[in-house]
């Protein structure tokens, strides 16, 4: 079966960390790019951080620079998104992504990863003040 399964999620205070990991079956993360996307309540989803596959360029929201870091582990078909010092407003429910790079016109065009990617369910991370 073809799927990603989200998990590490969580409430945790604010200040403090959280690692999402990501794991793929039924296909690989090769010559796709792969990302982790957010969508408060009420708002629109989205980017929080994305690798190129096709020459390893991070794209990082700038909401969260300096404190998330995306990586991911080709051999175990896994990404991971290391969150530290976690505010409120980063409450939401987080989403990983895949999806072939031919199809994507910028690595953050939301909408062809809508339209062409994988997705996982969603893990919910709760940050309290």
């Known amino acids: 079966e073809v799927q990603l399964v989200e998990s590490g999620g969580g409430l945790v205070q604010a200040g403090g960390s959280l690692r999402l990991s990501c794991a793929a079956s039924g296909f690989t993360f090769e010559d796709r790019a792969i990302g982790w996307f957010r969508q408060a309540p009420g708002k629109e989803r989205e980017a929080v951080s994305c690798i190129s596959s096709k020459d390893g360029s991070t794209y990082y929201a700038d909401s969260v620079k300096g404190r998330f870091t995306i990586s991911s582990d080709n051999a175990k078909n896994t990404m991971y998104l290391q969150m530290n010092s976690l505010k409120p407003e980063d409450t939401a429910v987080y989403y990983c992504?895949?999806?072939?790079?031919?199809?994507?016109?910028?690595?953050?065009?939301?909408?062809?990863?809508?339209?062409?990617?994988?997705w996982g369910q969603g893990t919910q991370v709760t940050v309290s003040a």
């Open positions: 992504a895949a999806v072939a790079e031919i199809m994507l016109d910028d690595l953050t065009t939301l909408k062809d990863w809508l339209h062409f990617g994988r």
